[in-house]
């Protein structure tokens, strides 16, 4: 197992553009987060799945973003009509969370980095 | 929402010193997670607490969930230049379906030979 992989590494794109980021989580788990980290600032939640259902959204996630995970593995993360604003970090992370366990640890990507010019 | 305090908000040390650093939160947590994050690199887990009063250690760290469940710290011993990074405190709720983790704002570790 790799981890959690993230596509692409780096993106730099002009305001108005839209932009699709990739995340493909540890296989055997069944939960996958997005994160936004701009800088100086530590991880803010975004929003997340369990298994191919999103299940909460944050109040960061404007109408612009929309994230899927369609069959329950890979997720990405799609940001229409850019803006200079959403120049950031994006961390993806995955977990295993089993029915009454108590530990939710996340394992994080290396993070797709967009720069919005 | 909830709101972590994290300090020192960054360190230059030299080589061999110890670290220490707290995150405080307005409201309490069920578990606590320390994360070190490198430069364009996402953050990786160092140690995670469960319980309140709970001291762990992983190598030359440790770290303590505080009993108000408010508050955590985590110390380095003998800094070596890898150490080098950005650390952050991360709090998690049981009761929140989502549970996901709120970040601190980071601590930013220089190690000087």
């Known amino acids: 197992d790799t981890g959690v992989s993230q596509d692409p590494r780096h993106k730099i794109t002009k305001r108005g553009q839209n932009v699709t980021f990739r995340c493909d989580p540890i296989?055997?788990?069944?939960?996958l987060y997005w994160y936004r980290q701009t800088l100086g600032q530590g991880p803010e939640f975004l929003t997340y799945?369990?298994?191919?259902?999103?299940?909460?959204k944050s109040r960061l996630l404007s109408d612009r973003f929309s994230a899927e995970r369609p069959k329950g593995s890979f997720s990405t993360l799609e940001i229409q009509r850019t803006e200079q604003g959403d120049s950031a970090m994006y961390l993806c992370?995955?977990?295993?969370?089993?029915?009454?366990?108590?530990?939710?640890?996340?394992?994080f990507g290396a993070g797709s980095r967009l720069t919005v010019l | 929402g909830q709101q972590l305090n994290q300090s020192p908000q960054s360190m230059f040390i030299q080589e061999g010193e110890d670290v220490s650093m707290n995150c405080t939160s307005s409201?309490?947590?069920?578990?606590w997670l320390w994360y070190k994050q490198d430069p364009g690199e996402g953050p990786v887990l160092l140690i995670a607490?469960?319980?309140?009063?709970e001291l762990t250690s992983n190598g030359r760290l440790t770290a303590q969930f505080g009993i108000t469940r408010k508050d955590s710290f985590l110390n380095i011993s003998a800094s070596i230049p890898s150490d080098v990074g950005i650390y952050f405190c991360?709090?998690?709720?049981?009761?929140?379906?989502?549970?996901?983790?709120?970040f601190g704002s980071g601590t930013q570790l220089t190690v000087l030979p």
């Open positions: 992370a995955s977990s295993l969370l089993r029915p009454g366990s108590g530990a939710n640890v996340l394992t």
């Open positions: 296989s055997e788990h069944n939960r």
């Open positions: 799945f369990q298994n191919e259902a999103q299940l909460e």
């Open positions: 409201s309490i947590f069920n578990t």
């Open positions: 607490l469960y319980k309140a009063g």
């Open positions: 991360a709090g998690q709720l049981r009761d929140r379906a989502a549970r996901q983790l709120t």
